[in-house]
Nanobody
Framework: QLQLVESGGGLVQPGGSLRLSCGTSRLTLNYFHIGWFRQVPGKEREGVSCISSSNGNTIYADSVKGRFTISRDTAKNTVYLQMNSLNPEDTAVYYC????????????????????WGQGTQVTVSA
């Protein structure tokens, strides 16, 4: 399993932006599908976005399309989630996760497919 570390969470006003980072000191994330998930107390963890290992294809939940962007920096071995136009409904603990290694095909947003998880980073959107 990978040891993933998220960073970049915090408190932001509605309409603001944050960029989350997901990194690891072991192996290269290029060999893995990487997903971002979020969870609020009392609710199931939901998929936000993912980026595929082989071709860089991306998938977004309907709730974040047009506002969030996932990207991969291979030189820094880091996957980012740029979050714009944040609203209070985006408040959650955000987790990055890895599926793989060496997968082809496309990533998905099902939590059961991902075997390695970070510890999470809190994002709070409030005035």
């Amino acid at each position: 399993q990978l040891q993933l570390v998220e960073s970049g969470g915090g408190l932001v006003q509605p309409g603001g932006s944050l960029r989350l980072s997901c990194g690891t000191s072991r192996l290269t994330l290029n060999y893995f599908h990487i997903g971002w998930f979020r969870q609020v107390p009392g609710k199931e963890r939901e998929g936000v976005s993912c980026i595929s290992s082989s071709n860089g294809n991306t998938i977004y939940a309907d709730s974040v399309k047009g506002r969030f962007t996932i990207s991969r920096d291979t030189a820094k071995n880091t996957v980012y989630l740029q979050m714009n136009s944040l609203n209070p409904e985006d408040t959650a603990v955000y987790y990055c996760a890895a599926e793989g290694p060496s997968l082809g095909g496309l990533c998905g947003l099902k939590t059961v497919a991902f075997g390695s998880w970070g510890q999470g980073t809190q994002v709070t959107v409030s005035a």
